[in-house]
């Protein structure tokens, strides 16, 4: 018995693209409001969709997977010292 579990494909096109807010994408933070500019800080991860034609490269995204994880476009990163790396 073989289990074959299908290929995934992060898109990548999608990867610091700005985009509103919505229930499409994920908020790393949980503090985004709807409609608020986001940006894409890890891009949606979907199933391979194969071609009918089984050519190498006519892989499409399938089903998607994981959400596009994203932070609001004005995030403020807390400032970090050099103590904190040693």
């Known amino acids: 018995?073989?289990?074959?579990?299908?290929?995934?494909?992060?898109?990548?096109?999608?990867?610091?693209q700005e985009v509103k807010f919505s229930t499409k994408y994920q908020s790393l933070d949980g503090f985004i409001k709807q409609n608020e500019t986001c940006i894409i800080v890890l891009p949606s991860v979907h199933k391979v969709a194969s071609s009918p034609t089984h050519?190498?490269?006519?892989?499409?995204?399938?089903?998607?997977?994981?959400?596009?994880?994203?932070?609001?476009?004005?995030?403020?990163?807390?400032p970090c010292s050099d103590d904190e790396y040693e």
């Open 1 to 16: 018995m073989v289990i074959s579990d299908p290929q995934l494909r992060m898109d990548m096109s999608l990867f610091g």
């Open 55 to 78: 050519q190498p490269n006519s892989h499409k995204l399938g089903e998607l997977v994981v959400k596009a994880i994203v932070l609001p476009i004005e995030y403020d990163f807390p």
